[in-house]
């Protein structure tokens, strides 16, 4: 049984954890990642810009803090959504989505909206989210007001116990940002330690590299089944 480091904030890892072990892994949960909801600046937010053409959400989180900080905002716009599991939570909130892609990345999603030129465009992001998505909807002549919806902290003592899991046969990342914490929180440990390393697609891959983390595979499609699938095959 391949062990399997999971690095996904605690209330995400579950069913991540439940589909390595139907498919014969052993989890090893050491989230990397605590989201801290940032309510009052989206309400804000949605108080200065109340007119808008499109609302762009780009992970389930963010909607949550959308219901949570300004469930009435922005009823007006098209919505569009970066995936699947986002938009599954946006018509669960009552906002359902108009616009998913079929990969499931930001750049998927700006190539996807129709002409832009003149359009106001809101975009709730998380702190660390890259600049990539604000730049192309820019280049298409979109007005971005951008707002911080939560902000992604280190868990206390995650340093700790990531140097206690290692090693291990493999290890995920479903983000950019776990993958700058993980290279962060090995400090001088061995990458080698981390086993294989399967991304959920090509954005997290490049975000670990950037940081002198190995990428062994890549998920295609860029879906939680599509990095078990990845998986699966590094672990033959």
């Known amino acids: 049984m391949a062990r399997v480091l999971v690095t996904r904030a605690a209330e995400d890892a579950r069913p991540l954890c439940h589909s390595l072990e139907a498919h014969g892994h052993e989890p090893v949960r050491v989230p990397l990642l605590l989201r801290l909801w940032e309510v009052d600046a989206l309400a804000q937010c949605a ?111 995650h340093v700790e116990r990531l140097a206690a899991a290692l090693p291990v046969d493999a290890t995920t990342l479903l983000s950019g940002s776990a993958a700058e914490r993980l290279k962060a929180a090995l400090g001088d440990l061995d990458p080698a330690l981390l086993g294989r390393v399967v991304v959920i697609g090509p954005s997290t891959a490049k975000a670990a590299q950037d940081v002198g983390l190995p990428v062994h595979a890549v998920a295609n499609p860029y879906t939680v089944n599509g990095l078990l699938m990845a998986l699966d095959a590094e672990l033959r």
């Open 47 to 157: 108080a200065e810009h109340p007119q808008a053409d499109w609302l762009l959400v780009t992970s389930a989180t963010t909607a949550d803090v959308l219901a949570a900080g300004a469930p009435g905002a922005w009823k007006s716009a098209r919505i569009g959504a970066v995936g699947p599991v986002t938009a599954r939570k946006l018509e669960a909130i009552g906002r359902p989505a108009h616009v998913v892609p079929e990969q499931h990345t930001g750049a998927a999603l700006v190539a996807l909206l129709p002409d832009l030129t003149g359009k106001t465009v809101i975009y709730p992001k998380a702190d660390l989210a890259p600049e990539s998505m604000r730049d192309a909807l820019v280049e298409r002549g979109a007005t971005v007001i951008e707002v911080v919806a939560y902000r992604n902290v280190p868990p206390n003592g």
